[in-house]
């Protein structure tokens, strides 16, 4: 027999292999098998059995081993992954592969081991460690913070040695147990005792939109627009409760700043099913487990990041997208797929509903509700008797800042700190400074691999690239002048909370960037820092501005509401007003009424006034308006040809070749503009040289009938091994 395997290879084809018959039996789609591949061997994924080969069966190379009895990857998701693999011009196998645990990839068996796990005993808590054992400080957090066991190879990540671990069996601090990951079965739990607490009363509009969002059965797609605070999370729990009553499981996808312990918490009180988070910590063994139970339906809900679009779900019953407009849903490299666009692929397949939420809707989403395609909803009101917060342009102009603050914004936060309430002070730029500049010939310091500055950091002091995560001590001279006269150049988090623990010297001023949540349990120290509801300064970049629920911030500070106002990119001003508007949500979500200031050089800029004096809806509809008019997206269609080269203008020049050969190709479809080759819009990243190609379609078919052509072209190219190149559709990013 010959089948046709995807194998986990940069080309855009399937392979054929022969089958012994010895073989043949257990095989069909979906199982594993490794395969003979060049000198290598791999392990790929049977798509198709007893296929026509068009090479000579002799020629063929014989399938090693079948490694599953049944398929590891079901047809549905199959389907899903071969879809996106064509829609996005990935390559099939590749895509196939990556829709698959890790562990799967690598050949493990598919079913679950029962691994050793080790746990605190009664007296862990107990324990006071001698204050340099730090090492033994962080086994025990690790443990407090996991009473349901963590594993070894979680303990080995974290840096701990196994010779800290004997210590700790040794003296009775820890002990290790067998640990069994298939929970009760999903038929244990009965109907009756789904709930754990009751359902709130909904609000009207709350009522109004759940029941429009049951009123059709099958596939649909429902959006919920409702502002900060208005109950969003309570629609989706009661359309989840009605799911898992009908014996089905749900998908939650959220944005990847999102997926908090609180926000999986707010599931798991409500529910009295198995609730489980995909997340980057999972070991790969957890994470195989994890998958496992969506599979046999042992999970009902399952919460995870874009990649868990991916997840095998034996009684699938509805997809629930949180903040559908959030960016991040959009893988940036590799595979590059929208998780928000298959989830409407994968219930059409499925037949089931899809719930995207948003207090900022994407343009796209908003423009297919105009189209009928999607239902909408909208909440205006907060829930539970919180009300909208009030906001403030602040006119910069004229005014002097001290670490990105004026003189007003000191005076308000003074004031609401008396008042006993918290401040949200936001600034989406974290270190010390941006930039590093010498005060006698102007030079800044820049990263030797791309067009950019390098950013001060004081705690630990170093320059960092955040674009290609180059490092460097800081200098202690100009490299142009020789100058020692070099000073920090405007403000980052690490500055902003410097100047304020100077100002509010017996206020506590909690930092929340990447950097200060880098550490396990950082993030979770502070939000309970928080919680406790003490006055306090929050400092912080957008991990601050998303889901978080902060019930005594008053005070919301916007340092720089003018960054995205004037950006190259056409979405620039739909990403700059759905981050103002998370970030305004997390002010006077309880009984305290809250307020926003944004500071700003345009205090009479169209945008801020459409956004802050009439809201999202407003604003989106103006905007949709110059995107028709411009027939930009939604009202097109983009794709980006990507090229990057060790060598300045490599990656041009191949582009521009590429563009002639399909401007003189007679197969071309009509209908397609392109612009460019461009540089990126920072040409050199990482030591690379980048340029683009921009593609565009007034019809997707037209659109992907280009792509089509371009790809074999690609494939041919005498240049492509000296450049990388990639497709991205509908890119989010210019
Ligand atoms: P969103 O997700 O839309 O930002 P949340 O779901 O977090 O809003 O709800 C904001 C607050 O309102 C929460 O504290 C929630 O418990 C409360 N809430 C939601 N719905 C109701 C309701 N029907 N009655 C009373 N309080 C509600
Ligand atoms: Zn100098
Ligand atoms: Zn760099």
């Known amino acids: 027999?010959?089948?046709?395997?995807?194998?986990?290879?940069?080309?855009?084809?399937?392979?054929?292999?022969?089958?012994?018959?010895?073989?043949?039996?257990?095989?069909?789609?979906?199982?594993?098998?490794?395969?003979?591949?060049?000198?290598?061997?791999?392990?790929?994924?049977?798509v198709a059995c007893d296929v026509e080969s068009e090479f000579e069966p002799a020629r063929l190379k014989q399938v090693l081993e079948v490694l599953d009895h049944s398929a590891v990857l079901d047809a549905e998701l199959m389907q899903l992954a071969r879809w996106a693999a064509h829609y996005y011009f990935y390559p099939e196998g590749e895509a196939l592969m990556q829709a698959l645990p890790s562990l799967l990839r690598k050949g493990e068996p598919a079913h679950f081991v029962h691994e050793t796990l080790w746990r605190a005993t009664p007296?862990?808590?107990?324990?006071?460690?001698?204050?340099?054992?730090?090492?033994?400080?962080?086994?025990?957090?690790?443990?407090?913070?996991?009473?349901?066991?963590?594993?070894?190879?979680?303990?080995?990540l974290e840096g701990i040695s196994s010779a800290t671990l004997r210590t700790f069996a040794s003296k009775g601090w820890v002990e290790s147990f067998t640990h069994h990951p298939?929970?009760?079965?999903?038929?244990?739990?009965?109907?009756?005792?789904?709930?754990?607490?009751?359902?709130?009363?909904?609000?009207?509009?709350?009522?109004?939109?759940?029941?429009q969002f049951l009123a059709p059965s099958g596939f649909h797609i429902h959006l919920l627009e409702g502002v900060t605070g208005s109950g969003k999370t309570e629609v989706y729990l009661q359309a989840i409760q009605h799911c898992l009553e009908a014996g089905q499981q749900v998908l939650i996808l959220v944005p990847e700043i999102g997926l908090t312990p609180q926000t999986v918490a707010r599931f798991k009180a409500r529910f009295n099913v198995p609730v489980l988070a995909l997340h980057s910590g999972l070991s790969d063994r957890q994470r195989l487990d994890a998958w496992l139970q969506a599979r046999d339906a042992s999970a009902r809900i399952l919460i995870g990041t874009r990649s868990a679009i991916f997840t095998p779900l034996a009684r699938p019953g509805l997809i629930i997208l949180d903040e559908e407009h959030d960016a991040s849903f959009k893988q940036q490299d590799g595979f590059r797929y929208s998780a928000r666009d298959?989830?409407?692929?994968?219930?059409?397949?499925?037949?089931?509903?899809?719930?995207?939420?948003?207090?900022?809707?994407?343009l796209e989403s908003l423009h297919n509700v105009e189209l009928g395609r999607f239902q909408l909803s909208r909440l205006q009101q907060r829930a539970g008797g919180a009300e909208a917060p009030r906001f403030h342009l602040l006119d910069l102009r004229g005014q002097s800042l001290r670490a990105g603050i004026s003189d007003p914004l000191l005076k308000r936060i003074a004031e609401h700190l008396e008042a006993g309430t918290q401040v949200l002070v936001f600034l989406n730029r974290r270190g010390f400074a941006p930039s590093l500049i010498c005060h006698q010939c102007g030079a800044v310091s820049e990263c030797t691999r791309c067009d950019a500055r390098m950013t001060l950091h004081r705690s630990p002091p170093h320059l960092h690239c955040h674009h290609c995560d180059r490092q460097t001590p800081i200098p202690r001279t100009c490299q142009q002048c020789g100058s020692e006269d070099l000073r920090p150049n405007g403000a980052g988090t690490e500055r902003t909370e410097d100047f304020l623990s100077q100002q509010f010297p017996k206020?506590?001023?909690?930092r929340i960037d990447r950097d200060s949540t880098a550490r396990k349990g950082a993030m979770d120290k502070?939000?309970?820092?928080?919680?406790?509801?003490?006055?306090?300064?929050?400092?912080?970049?957008?991990?601050?501005?998303?889901?978080?629920?902060?019930?005594?911030?008053?005070?919301?500070?916007i340092l720089d509401a003018d960054s995205g106002l004037f950006s190259a990119d056409f979405r620039g001003m739909e990403k700059t007003s759905q981050l103002i508007l998370q970030v305004a949500g997390r002010a006077g979500r309880a009984?305290?009424?809250?307020?926003?200031?944004?500071?700003?050089?345009?205090?009479?800029?169209?945008?801020?006034?459409?956004?802050?004096?009439?809201?999202?809806?407003?604003?989106?509809?103006?905007?949709?308006?110059?995107?028709?008019?411009?027939?930009?997206?939604?009202?097109?269609?983009?794709?980006?040809?990507?090229?990057?080269a060790s060598q300045s203008g490599w990656a041009e020049a191949f582009l521009r070749d590429l563009r002639h050969s399909l401007e003189d190709s007679l197969q071309r479809p009509s209908?397609?503009?392109?612009?460019?080759?461009?540089?990126?819009?920072?040409?050199?990243?990482a030591g690379l040289y980048r340029a683009q190609l921009l593609i565009q379609g007034q019809e997707r078919r037209a659109l992907h009938q280009l792509l089509t052509l371009l790809l074999q072209m690609l494939e041919q190219h005498p240049g492509r091994s000296r450049v990388r190149w990639s497709i991205d559709v509908d890119p989010l990013d210019a």
């Open 1 to 46: 027999m010959i089948i046709q395997v995807a194998l986990p290879t940069p080309l855009h084809r399937l392979f054929d292999y022969r089958l012994a018959d010895s073989l043949a039996a257990k095989i069909q789609p979906g199982c594993r098998v490794r395969v003979p591949f060049g000198k290598r061997q791999l392990i790929g994924l049977v």
């Open 123 to 156: 007296i862990t808590g107990t324990l006071k460690l001698a204050a340099n054992a730090a090492r033994q400080q962080a086994l025990l957090d690790l443990l407090l913070r996991n009473p349901e066991g963590v594993s070894r190879d979680l303990i080995k």
């Open 182 to 211: 298939r929970p009760r079965h999903a038929d244990d739990v009965q109907a009756g005792d789904l709930l754990r607490e009751a359902p709130m009363t909904l609000n009207t509009e709350q009522a109004l939109a759940l029941q």
């Open 342 to 362: 298959l989830a409407l692929v994968r219930a059409r397949n499925l037949q089931i509903p899809v719930l995207l939420g948003s207090a900022t809707p994407s």
């Open 507 to 510: 206020t506590e001023i909690l």
């Open 526 to 557: 502070l939000m309970h820092r928080i919680h406790q509801g003490a006055p306090c300064i929050l400092v912080g970049t957008q991990m601050l501005a998303k889901g978080h629920h902060f019930p005594k911030v008053t005070l919301v500070a």
């Open 591 to 644: 009984q305290d009424p809250g307020e926003v200031v944004l500071q700003t050089h345009h205090p009479d800029h169209p945008m801020l006034h459409a956004l802050i004096h009439q809201g999202y809806n407003a604003f989106a509809r103006d905007e949709l308006k110059l995107r028709a008019a411009a027939g930009l997206p939604p009202y097109s269609h983009h794709a980006l040809l990507r090229a990057e």
């Open 671 to 685: 209908g397609c503009h392109w612009s460019g080759p461009f540089p990126a819009p920072m040409e050199k990243r």
